[in-house]
């Protein structure tokens, strides 16, 4: 059963080409003699095709977990010695310990620190994901077949650097990847050659969708790089409708503004931000992390009570707080500064109980 999981990966509903199943099957039998030499091309072999010359030297540049799910991919194509025959990674020498780097260095692979100190000639293409930085022309055109960027959205939504965040924030019910041609100056906007959908559940955080697109990415980029020659002459420009734009998130966007959010749009505040930063209130002047979200749909409680009223659940374990719709949202655990996360009864036995119910707010 080894072989068919080099030809079909579980969670993908095609197969690939006839062509790559054939030559898959072959890597496994270890008889590369019968492969096609117009489309494929033994390691040391000086043979190319007119199109694009196989295996591929390929310049990889990433930092972080998303960056590294790509990098499996492409490293478990090296080893196979068919479509790739080298595989360097750059990263950013502001991230030395990136999972990138810790990736790189304990599977044995060459890296090199951003900004790079020349242009990559010995290279045929360069590989993004999740990298951070805008790549100069002259780094760009060094590459024979140019870079291909593995991107965490249907673009044009989503345009920049938190994809998935801005994704889950905005209630999207839908994502996907997108593989496209890095172009200078500007951070993805260049002609798409793939993309990917996938969906994204009520209740799935950050690190859950990120997961699935960095699988699915790396995926979609290696059947763009076996037919390289078709995705690059069908590549498309990106419409201009449907733009949109994710930028950098920052801690302050965990900052809860009770009076402005209702319960839904801060429970999926919480899913977008899960793995990157905590939702933040204050309680009587000292921050508080809320923890263990969970979305209330009913509003048994609004009456006169204005938004950031909490009260103790003993049923649920809860805190529960009163958002700008008169809904709720609950947390089973809170952090607060300096001390170690708690209990919801431990925050109330702690804080909530040493105050008149009527001090009982968020703010």
Known sequence: MGFLRDVFYPSSSKWHSSENIFCAICSILRQPELINKNTYRKPGCKFSSSKVGYPLRVLFF???NFAVENLKILNHELKLGYILNRLDVVTSNKHKNCAVSKYSHLNGLNTLDWPLQRCPNEYDIGLVASFGHLIPERIINS?????????????????GAAPIVHAIMNGDKETGVTIMRIKPKRFDIGDILAQSQITIGPHETNSEISNKLAIAG??????????????SNNAKP???????????VT???GMVQWQEKNAESLYNLWRALFGVYHLTTSWHGTQVRLMDVHYCDDKDI???DRPGKITFSKSSGMILVICADGGKIGFRKLGVTGKKPMSAMDFYNGYMSKRSADEWYFS
């Open 62 to 64: 990433g930092t972080d």
């Open 302 to 304: 609004s009456g006169l």
């Open 251 to 253: 801690p302050s966007l």
């Open 218 to 231: 790396g995926r979609l980029l290696v059947s763009c790089l076996r037919d390289l020659h078709r995705y």
């Open 143 to 159: 590459f024979p077949h140019g870079m291909l960027n593995v991107h965490a959205s249907l673009l044009p939504r989503w345009r």
């Open 238 to 248: 990106q419409s201009e409708v449907g733009i949109t734009y994710a930028p950098k």
